[in-house]
């Protein structure tokens, strides 16, 4: 029988912003993107106490793709450059369009610092295809209550973004791509199905199994093509995000926050953020310097 698991992908620590640190699985050395999908890092748990600072990262430009924010537990507060003020829970998705640029800060809201909380969540970015590389930026918030929601067996799904047997989610896409919240009982199954060319799972809490291969938290199975796959979690179930989608319409050059099939458009932007060119968020003065030190925009996705 043929090894379910293309290939095994752990994540790796990264410091977002000082104390504040995340698991990051894509873009990776051995495998850049799973579909349009060319980023995911994965925060929390953390738990910040009375007082504590949470998530700040003030205002920085995006373009050429759009950014998924998924919450497990506590909250985080969305401004961007088209006037959007949001606060995101557990259960609802931001998905923030940024095609030819945008500005966005994410910051714990002055309630819930004061009081403490635990934080946990998912933000991936999906790349977006050439012709819609320049569209017009966008912001959409979804509640849970929208999202396809369905139990195969005593598994519970939600579905993010895109579509998946049958179903579709609320939220804009731009080429095919599915994105589901699972959370397992112990011994619980899901089956994904073939449907998408390429697909990814993702343990973000407890243990799980496919195949003889063992799964924890932090690890990335890219599963082989063309043949359903049944992922069975372990004895404390598991929380699973279940990813992918078309491959992407060619390479992608990313260096900061900006992705662009044209390394030329990434200069473009750079120069644009240097030089103040952006758009404003409104309430949120602060912003993010252009990190001068960054290897050039070679890196090819």
Known sequence: MAEPIELLIQGRAHELTPGFAVR???????RRTVGPFIFLDHFGPLDVPPGGD???????????????????QGGIFHRDSLGHAQAIRPGDVNWMTAGSGIVHSERTEPEMRQHGFRLHGIQTWVALPKAHEETAPRFEHVPAARLPAWHEDKTGLRLIVGTYAGRTAPTTHFSPIFYIAAELPAAGRVGVTAEHAERGVYVSAGTATIGNRPLGVGDLAVLAAKAPIDVVAGSEGARLMLLGGAPLDGPRHIWWNFVSSSKERIERAKADWKEGRFAKVPGDPEFIPLPEGRRPSGNVL
């Open 24 to 30: 990051r699985l894509l873009p990776n050395m051995k």
């Open 54 to 72: 949470g998530m700040e990262v003030r205002p920085h430009p995006h373009i050429g793709l759009a950014t998924v924010t998924y919450l497990f």
